[in-house]
């Protein structure tokens, strides 16, 4: 059964970094396009960052261009979230998600698996 785990989330402070890990399992997802997602509390899910199948192109959502870095290692099956100069509306539980489309993974009726999410918190 394919499952997408997230981890290295936590409470950091505002300025700080935190890098995400979600590393896969139960089938291979290098041909699959990889994606972030967050969502804070009482606000709907929201794209935050996707990467091709072999690591050559991204694109981010406009709340975290310059700060966020998605990145993939296909021989770990796994996928990064390098996150620099945390803000406080970062704060949300991060998801990894996998689809077939690189261009429409920012859709999530484009995501074919969910990981089970990861806390940030950023304080003040």
């Known amino acids: 059964q394919a499952q997408l785990a997230e981890s290295g989330g936590g409470l950091v402070q505002a300025g700080g970094s935190l890098r995400l890990s979600c590393a896969a399992s139960?089938?291979?997802?290098?041909?699959?396009?990889m994606g972030w997602f967050r969502q804070a509390p009482g606000k709907e899910r929201e794209f935050v960052a996707a990467v091709n199948w072999s690591g050559s192109s991204t694109y981010y959502g406009d709340s975290v261009k310059g700060r966020f870095t998605i990145s993939r290692d296909n021989a770990k099956n796994t996928v990064y979230l390098q996150m620099n100069s945390l803000k406080l509306e970062d704060t949300a539980v991060y998801y990894c998600?996998?689809?077939?489309?690189?261009?429409?993974?920012?859709?999530?009726?484009?995501?074919?698996?969910w990981g089970q999410g990861t806390q940030v918190t950023v304080s003040s």
């Open positions: 139960g089938r291979t997802f290098s041909s699959y396009a």
């Open positions: 998600a996998a689809g077939r489309y690189y261009s429409g993974i920012y859709r999530e009726g484009a995501v074919d698996y």
